[in-house]
């Protein structure tokens, strides 16, 4: 794969009938039982402060991360997901450093999110944000995972 296959976007309202079903298929393949419903998943996107990055490769969707301002300083990372074939590959850096970056540029100081224990991303999240972490929660039940949650507050 080279790097210039690859494209992100800031999400577009007016792109929405053409890009919903390939984001809700990558939101159902990576979350199965847990994604969010049809219904749930069009009304974050319909949210007006949302913001989102679209990963493209050689222009077909392949990842999407989503959120919203959790405080006037603060942006809560809902989710992120890659299609299964292209995991792995530091993917969600990419996407989540494009993110950083528009978020910053709105005025943005803080990212927060929650990431899975038992699937190790807690500990993906630890060793690639490091000491930019400056809260870290107790591990949690979820209603949208099978394990444990920690929830992180990182300085952008």
């Known amino acids: 794969m080279n ?8 999400f577009n309202r007016k792109d929405w ?9 990558i939101e159902k393949e990576c979350f199965l039982d847990l994604s969010f419903s049809w219904e749930d998943f069009c009304n974050y996107f319909s949210n007006l402060k949302i913001i989102a ?8 969707i392949i990842g999407f991360s989503f959120g919203f ?9 809902y989710d992120t997901a890659i299609k299964k074939e292209f995991q792995g590959k530091g993917l969600v850096s990419f996407i989540m ?3 950083e970056k528009k978020l910053s540029e709105d ?44 929830f992180f507050k990182i300085k952008i």
């Open 3 to 10: 790097e210039k296959d690859f494209n992100l976007s800031i």
């Open 17 to 25: 009938s053409k890009i919903s079903k390939p984001l809700f298929e």
């Open 53 to 60: 990055v679209i990963l493209k490769y050689k222009n077909n």
């Open 69 to 77: 301002p959790s405080s006037d300083d603060s942006f809560f990372i």
């Open 97 to 99: 450093n494009f993110l």
């Open 107 to 150: 005025g943005y100081k803080y990212i927060e999110r929650e990431a899975e224990v038992d699937n190790g991303y807690a500990d993906k999240i630890r060793r690639h944000y490091g000491k930019r972490i400056i809260e870290e929660g107790i591990p949690h039940n979820s209603i949208y995972s099978k394990g444990k949650q920690v």
